[in-house]
């Protein structure tokens, strides 16, 4: 089997189609409205408007009642990427949403996810942002020209000042390095090849790759993919790039990390027959986690989302009996229950986040298990 991440017609239809949705005032507006930073109550209030208006204007539109939920889905899931992209640019912009709002806007791609590059590039030409500022995002989504070009309006005390903020990531520290000694572009060196920023930072992994020669991409990426701890947007752009024999031996190697990249939407459309391949690559404990995720990202949603709870109920029926057996025996069964038997009107999250509580309870010390949780609620 070979894993391929391009998104089929009829999902790129349903993202030209949710864009124009996002971008009517009314939803824009909504949108403005939703406070970055933890997940407040009043958010979920955002989110469930957000999602009344998505359906009327879908409704509107006389699409097939599939098509409906594709695309109410793709609406859904861009707003959420639009808010993550917020978040992300508030950490570096004083007065992000000032910048970031209704009257700027974002790029995509044919998928339905935000095209960072073109949407960074149009936010930091932006001259009335601070230049510090504008040269830290372009250097963390590594826009070489742009950072250069920035890095030199920078006065010197900028200059100085800038690595040694807590704040400063060591990818920027990276870039401020390089033009500290003169150079304009990155020198592909062992420490750059090894660096643990190319197993979360796809700009970087991008860039870097793209400077090694044609021969050394698919075995350096290979390396990257096996790695234990990297990034779904890393994993997923390895597997787009390596050929099906290397794509096998990281089935074999990181079969939840597969899975997990599978379960990341726009790719959910691929689960089930990724699934059905890596059967015998998965443990009976792998099982349980990918259950564990699942149960988590239907937790973590603000809105509805009906596909993942498909997708679970799809996951389970088809697991082995053994593997079934297993889990009734752990600590996930509880919750588990609570989203198989539930309806399709009826999106479980509250009596879901309550069951994962009491089930961890039993294993865990009265309080760890509601920080866990917390914790993992607001990943």
Request: with cysteine.
């Amino acid at each position: 089997m070979s894993v391929n991440f391009v998104p089929n017609l009829q999902m790129m239809a349903c993202v030209q189609t949710a864009i124009p949705i996002l971008n009517i005032s009314e939803m824009q507006d909504l949108i403005d409205s939703y406070s970055l930073g933890f997940k407040l109550s009043q958010n979920m209030e955002v989110c469930t408007m957000i999602e009344k208006t998505a359906v009327e204007k879908i409704l509107s539109l006389g699409l097939a009642t599939s098509l409906q939920m594709m695309v109410k889905n793709c609406v859904m899931n861009m707003f959420s990427q639009i808010i993550e992209c917020k978040n992300t640019y508030s950490l570096v912009l004083t007065g992000c949403s000032n910048h970031v709002n209704k009257n700027f806007k974002f790029f995509w791609k044919h998928d339905g996810t935000v095209d960072q590059m073109m949407t960074v590039k149009a936010l930091i030409e932006n001259k009335d942002l601070n230049v510090k500022e504008r040269f830290v995002l372009a250097s963390r989504f590594c826009l070489a020209d742009d950072a250069l070009c920035l890095w030199k309006n920078m006065i010197e005390t900028q200059k100085f000042f800038t690595p040694l903020e807590l704040e400063c990531q060591p990818l920027v520290k990276l870039w401020i390095e390089m033009y500290e000694e003169g150079s304009v572009c990155m020198k592909i060196t062992p420490k750059i090849l090894g660096s643990s920023i190319l197993q979360s930072n796809i700009c970087m992994l991008r860039h870097v790759t793209k400077m090694l020669p044609y021969e050394r991409q698919r075995p350096y990426l290979l390396s990257i993919a096996l790695k234990g701890e990297i990034s779904i947007d890393v994993m997923a752009f390895c597997l787009s790039q390596l050929d099906k024999s290397d794509q096998e031996i990281v089935f074999k190697n990181s079969t939840i990390k597969v899975l997990q990249c599978a379960l990341t939407w726009p790719y959910q459309s691929m689960f089930k027959n990724v699934a059905d391949y890596l059967w015998t690559n998965l443990s009976k404990e792998g099982f349980c986690d990918i259950l564990w995720l699942i149960l988590l990202k239907i937790m973590h949603q603000e809105w509805s989302d009906f596909r993942l709870i498909e997708i679970l109920k799809e996951f389970w029926f088809e697991s082995p009996a053994h593997f079934k057996e297993h889990a009734k025996q752990q600590s996930i069964y509880e919750p588990l229950k609570i989203v198989l038997n539930c309806g399709m009107e009826y999106f479980p999250i509250y009596a879901l986040s309550e069951a994962c509580i009491q089930s961890m309870e039993k294993f865990l010390p009265k309080n760890l298990s509601r920080i866990i949780l917390g914790c993992l609620y607001l990943i």
